[in-house]
């Protein structure tokens, strides 16, 4: 019994092990490479020492991969985005980095950004949300106006949408129990 135990975590380990060594980082230039699994500069996380630097100070235009010692630029305007060894994507809306929090009907995409309420208060970190139709469609602000504007003819699913959430900051809200974005299920239950 015990032997059987150890049998068993040890194929565990095996298995987690190699997904662990499978994954990879890099970039990928365009959303058909990322369906593919096809990098344009991949670093193998179990194997390789390497970095990507996204450059977002003083607003660079390209990214930077290290892949063993070596230095690989690549401009931001010419590529579908970047993944890191812990499996997050991100991508760029002109030179701004961009993470991919959800993927689904509608690709939900965040950005820290410093803001001030007043002059007298002190800035603070707040997330901004964007949204693209599917992981090829183009970037825009998620709000209501341009999410009705990304589904222009189907006025019922207008209907719902002003129904559901009545400002731009509810179109933000997580759904717990389906772990999703609630607009997200409710384009799943429109049929979308």
Same mark, same amino acid.
């Given at each position: 019994m015990k032997?059987? $135990?150890?049998?068993?975590?040890?194929?565990?380990?095996?298995? #987690?092990?190699?997904?662990?060594? %499978?994954?990879?980082? *890099?970039? /990928? $230039?365009?959303? %058909?490479? /990322?369906? @593919? *699994?096809?990098m344009e500069v991949s670093i193998n996380c179990g194997t390789e020492k390497g970095k990507i630097k996204p450059n977002d100070f003083f607003g660079k235009d390209y990214l930077t991969v290290i892949k063993q010692g070596e230095k690989h630029d690549l401009k931001k305007a010419e590529i579908f985005g970047y993944q890191l060894c812990d499996g997050k994507l991100s991508r760029f809306l002109n030179k701004e980095r961009l993470s991919v929090e959800e993927k689904g009907i509608l690709w939900i995409y965040s950005k820290e950004v410093l803001q001030t309420t007043s002059p007298k208060s002190s800035p603070k970190w707040v997330k901004k949300y964007y949204f693209g139709k599917g992981g090829d469609g183009a970037i825009k602000y998620l709000t209501l106006n341009?999410? $009705?504007? %990304?589904?222009?003819?189907?006025?019922?699913?207008?209907? %719902?949408?002003?129904?559901? #959430?009545?400002?731009?900051?509810?179109?933000? @809200? #997580?759904?717990?129990?389906?772990?999703?974005? $609630?607009?997200?299920?409710?384009?799943?239950?429109?049929g979308l």
């Open positions: 032997t059987n $135990k150890l049998i068993i975590t040890a194929l565990i380990l095996t298995i #987690f092990g190699l997904n662990i060594n %499978a994954q990879k980082s *890099g970039v /990928y $230039k365009t959303f %058909a490479d /990322y369906t @593919n *699994g096809v341009n999410l $009705k504007a %990304a589904f222009p003819d189907n006025h019922k699913l207008h209907d %719902a949408i002003d129904l559901q #959430f009545g400002s731009d900051v509810s179109l933000t @809200n #997580f759904d717990s129990s389906h772990k999703m974005f $609630k607009i997200n299920h409710l384009l799943e239950d429109q």
